[in-house]
């Protein structure tokens, strides 16, 4: 495997069930990102960690709940989801938060739908 | 007002066609521009970058910022049918990695 994989690609869950999405990157990188696309809007960032340690809650509701057990693996459990939440959900690797032109490498996403 | 705003398109053009991709941003303090591809089914890659104002050319793409109309363009000469995606330009502050994204142009080149 090569860059950053998420797990699964596609995800159907009803509102009351509990799920997890998956992130690994190959990179070796030191920050990792959460993302929600929806369609016709803005890539929209839900959480930052980096060097394992949350730097970042851009406001985001508690069902969606991030998990960094290490800097290669970024977990998002969701529980008690609402159909708005349905989404892409995209994670993201950078050597670490620094700025400059610190390129962002995106996995493929998990197409998330709640019913 | 949005941040960052993009026209979503989608815009058609036949193979061969210079195609011009704007962007306007409100926040003058971020000095970083990106723009990324995003092919379907996949996530965003980073096509280039500029940094404050200028142009940047990079084989058949040219990154353009005009600081003074808060203007962010992306020229693509020769475009080809692989040259379909949707494309995101982003801003970002530069003193820590958080990206501004636009909500992305469908770009479709057609033979």
Same mark, same amino acid.
């Given at each position: ?15 009351? +069930? ?31 960690? +980096? ?18 057990? +290490?800097?290669?693996? %970024? ?36 197409? %998330?739908?709640?019913? | ?54 142009? /940047? ?9 005009? /600081? ?44």
């Amino acid at each position: 495997e090569t860059g950053v994989t998420q797990t699964p690609r596609h995800l159907v869950m009803g509102m009351t +069930n509990k799920k997890s999405l998956k992130c690994e990157q190959h990179l070796g990188h030191n920050a990792m990102y959460w993302y929600k696309q929806s369609a016709k809007k803005p890539l929209e960032l839900m959480f930052v960690y +980096n060097f394992k340690e949350q730097t970042e809650n851009n406001s985001v509701p508690s069902r969606f709940s991030p998990e960094c057990p +290490n800097s290669s693996h %970024l977990f998002l459990h969701l529980h008690t989801l609402q159909p708005e939440d349905s989404a892409l959900y995209l994670c993201a690797s950078s050597q670490d938060t620094g700025g400059g032109a610190n390129e962002q490498f995106f996995g493929p996403g998990t197409r %998330l739908t709640v019913l | 007002q949005k941040e960052v705003e993009q026209d979503p398109g989608p815009l058609s053009v036949p193979e061969g066609a210079i195609v011009s991709l704007n962007c306007t941003y409100s926040n003058s303090a971020f000095q970083y521009f990106m723009w990324y591809r995003q092919y379907s089914r996949k996530g965003p890659e980073l096509l280039m970058y500029t940094y404050s104002s200028g142009n /940047k050319e990079d084989g058949r793409f040219t990154a353009q910022v005009d /600081k003074s109309s808060k203007y962010i363009s992306l020229f693509i000469r020769d475009s080809q049918p692989s040259d379909s995606a949707t494309y995101l330009c982003a801003q970002s502050s530069g003193g820590y990695n958080k990206l501004i994204f636009g909500a992305g142009t469908r770009l479709a080149v057609h033979p």
